[in-house]
């Protein structure tokens, strides 16, 4: 039996210098022991009018007293739990285009690590729409966006700020799972199947998934957004499942999920034809609820 080891947290001032040292062509790297929010500090600091202007710039905390997900819900965190930080990002994006953000995030977090995981593995790391990591089907990684106008350093119309926040579970998924009453994963649980997964540091998770997210917006903005569908599929959690699109609890669609567009939209194929879904909770619905055609 393999026993899951939890990946230790250095302090701030060692998390700062391995991460700064791993991407040094980002303008501001910081980590600090506790603050509200990464997001909203990098988001503050974007709509001011003084402070640094080049980007990209990093944060990260070993805590986080108003940490936030999707949809307005806290995010629940301990000192040594979870692995939290926060990238800005200047993107060259039209308004129509900005909501791709969400998942594109999602896709190159979830490809950044794959990269780590062992071939007969990684399949096991998938991502649910909009922009959540899963391992096994329990969720493992949330991920907020958050846009900001450039203020008054604003190179174009088309100039805007992105905001990735990212929580990522380092241990605690059986307190969760009671906690939250669903299934919630951890990165322990990856180690114990895969033991050279053991060896990558906290700050080298940071890197990689903060680099990621450099190259892939870099990607959109030279090329545009075609590449997505093709890629997201080969990290699709809901590929062919039927699902239920929810907002409050109330049922806005249901169909099979069948991909998404060069927007990010998810597909779902229904009695009424394909259509794009914008916006809502995704339920992956018991194969008791699906009526056999």
């Known amino acids: 039996m393999t026993i899951s080891t939890p990946l230790h947290l250095p302090d701030p001032e060692q998390m700062l210098n391995q991460v700064s040292a791993a991407l040094p062509h980002f303008r501001q790297v910081r980590w600090v022991q506790t603050t509200h929010s990464t997001n909203a500090d990098l988001l503050a600091m974007a709509r001011s009018t003084s402070g640094p202007l080049a980007r990209p710039w990093l944060l990260g905390a070993h805590l986080q007293e108003r940490g936030r997900g999707r949809a307005g819900r806290n995010w629940q965190n301990r000192p040594g739990a979870n692995l939290m930080f926060s990238c800005a990002f200047d993107v060259f994006l039209p308004p129509k285009e900005l909501p791709t953000l969400s998942p594109l995030a999602g896709l190159a977090a979830c490809e950044a690590l794959r990269e780590l995981i062992s071939p007969e593995q ?28 450039a203020g008054t350093a604003r190179l174009s119309p088309d100039h805007h700020v992105a905001i990735i926040g990212m929580g990522l579970n380092l ?11 669903r299934k919630v994963a951890d990165w322990s649980e990856i180690t114990a199947k895969d033991s050279s997964v053991a060896t990558v540091p906290a700050a080298g998770l940071v890197a990689r998934i903060a680099q990621s997210w450099y190259d892939c917006l870099n ?5 545009g957004l075609d590449f997505l569908p093709e890629r997201y599929a080969q990290v699709d ?3 062919g499942q039927h699902v239920n699109i929810l907002d409050d609890g109330r049922l806005l669609q249901a169909g099979i999920a069948c991909g998404v567009n060069r927007l990010g939209q998810l597909l779902l194929r229904s009695p009424q034809g394909e259509q794009a879904v914008t916006v809502g909770e995704v339920s992956v619905r018991p194969q008791s609820e699906v009526t056999q055609p």
């Open 171 to 181: 241990d605690d998924a059986r307190a969760l799972s009671t906690s939250l009453n």
């Open 219 to 223: 990607q959109v903005t030279a090329h």
């Open 237 to 239: 959690a809901l590929l």
């Open 122 to 149: 990684r399949g096991h790391l998938t991502m649910k729409w909009p922009n959540d990591l899963q391992w096994q089907s329990a969720k493992l990684a949330g991920i907020l966006v958050e846009v900001s106008r």
